[in-house]
């Protein structure tokens, strides 16, 4: 009797044991599930997306107007845009950016509207970005709107 009880005293405690660590690892992987699906609901969230969006990549949508048409996030880091134009013309020749701080690098500016539109940025005054415009080739029809996107670059 005495090696059997033993024995079932081993079984007894073996089988407690893998009962302990089946729990452990029960838990662990429902915790783990738990977390991976709240990571799944948040980076699915269109607003979410829209805040790591406005932190990476902020940008502006403007036009030849000076009307903000989308602010992607890049409004807080610019004080104005000034949009020059050469008498009626609807396209731009200049496009004058001025920073709420210093930016070391231009911005990215390119048009929404136009193909093949050469832009040279240059430093301005004070904090100001110069945007020179040269269109090699205009759309056909009369162009009254010409939609900018104006990305910062930090």
Do not use: C
């Amino acid at each position: 009797m005495g090696i059997t009880s033993g024995l079932w005293t081993t079984i007894k405690a073996v089988g407690g044991f893998i009962g302990v660590i089946s729990a452990l690892i029960a838990a662990l992987y429902g915790v783990n599930s738990y977390i991976d699906n709240r990571i799944k609901k948040k980076i699915s969230d269109p607003e979410f997306i829209r805040e790591v969006a406005a932190v990476l990549r902020p940008a502006i949508v403007f036009d030849n107007h000076e009307r903000i048409l989308a602010d992607q996030g890049g409004l807080r880091f610019i004080q104005s845009i000034k949009v020059v134009r050469q008498g009626e013309a609807a396209v731009p020749s200049e496009i004058i950016v001025t920073p709420k701080e210093f930016l070391a690098v231009p911005p990215l500016l390119e048009s929404l509207d136009l193909d093949e539109t050469d832009i040279e940025a240059e430093r301005g005054q004070g904090l100001s970005w110069i945007f020179k415009l040269k269109v090699q080739k205009y759309v056909m029809g009369e162009v009254k709107i010409v939609r900018f996107r104006l990305e910062i670059l930090k």
